[in-house]
């Protein structure tokens, strides 16, 4: 199996091009089943981790080892942040997770992230944003905007688009700084997401269960 930290060799010889402007895209595993696949040993910090099937008799090993996959992606994140800083460009990170997981959290014992009816852990999912430093002294307003924000949450991956586009700063009749989480026009959205016949279903009455 891959481990995503070999995706930095990658961006480090994208970011010595030297290009004007880039867009850099970096599809990780993250943490999606089997986890144990998903970070190398020296990354085993929670224990005992080792299952051999996923069953709510193994929710404990389940749990260690996806919370070793969750240090081992946050580590990813700090490396991309690192060759991005140490490049000295004008840079941005974006990074959101397509979706949540569900480890035999409660009496449904749901597994795994494909629930017709989605539970709270499989809908709330992380949005990071990291700014660079000449990025935040030519545009201050986008880190104030960015603390501001940070208690609320996203809206859908809309939020990534618009959010990517200003940092980009590319002008569109398709922007809508509402959705930006760096602008200070953003509003908290009505959340939503695509049930299993790509219906957009309203939030609240999925993340009260």
Same mark, same amino acid.
């Given at each position: 199996e891959s481990l995503d930290m070999e995706l930095l060799p990658l961006l480090k010889e994208e970011l010595v091009r030297g290009a004007d402007r880039q867009l850099i895209v970096l599809h990780t595993y993250g943490s999606h089943f089997s986890y144990n696949d998903r970070y190398p040993e020296d990354f085993a910090r929670f224990g005992p981790y080792e299952y051999t099937d996923a069953s709510l008799a193994a929710k404990d090993r389940l749990d260690n080892a996806y919370d070793n996959t969750i240090l081992y992606t946050a580590a990813m994140l700090d490396s991309v942040a690192s060759c991005l800083r140490l490049s000295g460009a004008e840079a941005a990170m974006v990074y959101a997770s397509d979706h949540g997981e569900d480890i035999f959290d409660d009496d449904r014992h749901l597994f795994l992230h494909a629930s017709p009816v989605p539970s709270r852990w499989q809908i709330d999912v992380p949005m990071i944003?990291?700014?660079?430093? !000449?990025?935040?002294?030519?545009?201050?307003? $986008?880190?104030? +905007?960015?603390?501001?924000?940070?208690?609320? !949450?996203?809206?859908?991956?809309?939020?990534? $688009?618009?959010? +990517?586009?200003?940092f980009a700063g590319i002008g569109s009749p398709l922007f809508d700084p509402k959705l930006s989480v760096v602008s200070g026009e953003y509003k908290k959205p009505a959340r939503r997401y695509l049930d299993d016949h790509n219906r957009a279903v309203d939030l609240d009455a999925i993340l009260a269960r």
């Open positions: 944003v990291w700014i660079s430093d !000449p990025m935040a002294a030519r545009h201050p307003g $986008y880190f104030d +905007a960015a603390c501001a924000n940070r208690p609320m !949450p996203v809206s859908t991956s809309r939020s990534v $688009y618009h959010t +990517a586009l200003q």
